[in-house]
């Protein structure tokens, strides 16, 4: 590849500049502007929008000079609806202290806990498997990752909302993508935005169910139940303060979006990529042969998988769940040969810089055996996960959850790919495959 340019610009039509292409081709866009230049000028009208692809500048923005940045208004206005004020939208000092209140849910210990559930949960949902038949494993993975997230989160079977659960997340994610283009506020009597009220109030009636239930049961001495609420009920921060129902409820909106919707996606793309990559599943095959010898997995066995984990690490890479990372200026920041002013939106592309051959070689390629050193986590041009101190607190989490999901269901199963590929990415507020994937269900 040829060197990028230090700053670039993309070009645009008269007064819409860059939306109506953004709308169109959004990722094409931002992987374009990532393969000329560390940062290139967007404009979308009025705004003007900054596309970083820079692993440098990354860390910049979201470390050396991030009390220069805040949450995007995708995310701190349109996503409030659903959202509110929780670790994702929470800014400065809200979110620190929010950040250490929850910190004790994701120890090494508690991830430990859940793993155990985790292991449990994914055997459970790979039995209910009708072999031969035809699925959706995409929609599969979202069932097996909310009743887990159901069991680690609450301590609670959510079988019987997981359907109107499901649905409302993708009503209020595709009402973010939408209205974020135009930053519509919730409060303007559109349809779309009728839609986001009901689609929130039937998540806000499971979640408030939960917490009431949970703080009766607290009242009458009942203890840790080894769930994530557990551990919010009773946290308190220096004051002596917790969390109200309403900040319980904003936390737990953002951890099952987290822990549900982006694992699931992660692991979808990971069974489609298994699916075109024969060679890579018989040596994923091969290890979970040898280690397991036919009995199920546990937490105790993932530092025996490293095959396994390099599957994972790689999928993050190609198909990134949080692809893009948002920020507004409040002042102006030099980033690069940039003058970014204050009220521009800085996108940093994770998906662009994780394609980019500045870091990558062979980008587009499917090579788990490039995180056989697990240095190549840290490497420039890798941050699946965000970075500084706002990077993803339940990244151990996730990939505990995706590992033992795998391993469980790899080992049993050959997933077939049913449909012709490629399969497309749906950018929504996390990345989708479009339409799903569908596959044959092949006994091993």
């Known amino acids: ?61 979201l470390v050396t000079d991030e009390d220069c940045f805040i949450k995007g208004p995708a995310l701190s206005e349109v996503a409030r609806p659903l959202l509110g004020n ?33 292991a449990a949960r994914a055997v459970v949902a790979a039995q209910a498997l009708r072999p031969n038949s035809m699925i959706d494993i995409s929609s599969a993975m979202m069932s097996c990752t909310l009743d887990i997230v159901g069991r680690t989160l609450f301590d609670v079977d959510l079988e019987g909302d997981a359907r109107a659960i499901a649905d409302a997340l ?19 009597p559109l349809p779309r935005n009728r839609r986001l009220k009901t689609s929130v109030g039937r998540l806000d009636e499971t979640v408030l169910r939960i917490i009431g239930d949970r703080r009766a049961a607290l009242a009458t001495g009942a203890g840790d139940r080894g769930d994530v609420l557990s551990i919010l009920l009773t946290a308190r921060d220096d ?12 936390e737990i ?44 997995p546990t937490f105790e066995d993932l530092p025996r998988l490293p095959y396994t984990a390099q599957i994972l690490d790689e999928t993050l890479r190609l198909y990134p769940p949080a692809y893009v990372i948002g920020r507004m200026a409040q002042r102006t920041v030099q980033l690069g040969g940039a003058t970014v002013a204050p009220g521009d939106i800085v ?37 699946p ?21 795998l391993a469980s269901w790899a080992q049993r199963f050959r997933f077939r790919l049913a449909q012709p590929a490629p399969v497309e990415p749906e950018p929504l507020v996390t990345l989708r495959p479009r339409g799903g994937v569908w596959v044959e269900v092949e006994p091993r």
């Open 347 to 383: 996108l940093i592309s994770i998906r662009g810089m994780q394609r980019c051959p500045v870091y990558w070689d062979a980008p587009e390629e499917f090579r788990p055996e490039r995180f056989a050193d697990k240095k190549a986590r840290t490497a420039p041009g890798y941050m």
């Open 239 to 250: 004051d002596g303060g917790g969390l109200t129902d309403r900040q319980l409820r904003d």
């Open 170 to 188: 993708t009503d209020a994610m595709e009402y973010m993508v939408e209205a974020g283009m135009w930053l519509l506020p919730a409060s303007l």
């Open 86 to 118: 929780g670790l994702l939208t929470a800014e400065k000092d809200q979110h620190r202290r929010q950040r250490k209140l929850m910190a004790p849910a994701f120890t090494p210990k508690r991830i430990a806990g859940y793993g155990q559930i985790m």
């Open 1 to 61: 590849m040829e060197m990028r340019a230090a700053v670039g610009k993309q070009p645009g039509v008269p007064l819409l500049g860059n939306f109506l292409e953004f709308r169109r081709d959004r990722l094409g866009l931002q992987l374009r502007s990532v393969m000329t230049a560390d940062i290139t000028r967007l404009r979308m009208m009025w705004r003007t929008v900054w596309c970083i692809g820079s692993h440098e500048l990354a860390q910049q923005v």
């Open 385 to 405: 996960f965000g970075g500084g101190p706002r990077v993803c607190i339940g990244n151990h989490f996730a990939l505990v959850e995706a590992q033992l999901i």
């Open 253 to 296: 909106m953002v951890l099952m979006l987290a822990g549900h919707e982006t694992t699931a996606n992660l692991l979808a793309w990971t069974w489609y990529l298994l699916a075109t990559h024969p060679e890579i599943r018989s040596k994923l095959e091969a290890e979970l042969d040898t280690v397991l010898a036919g009995r199920s």
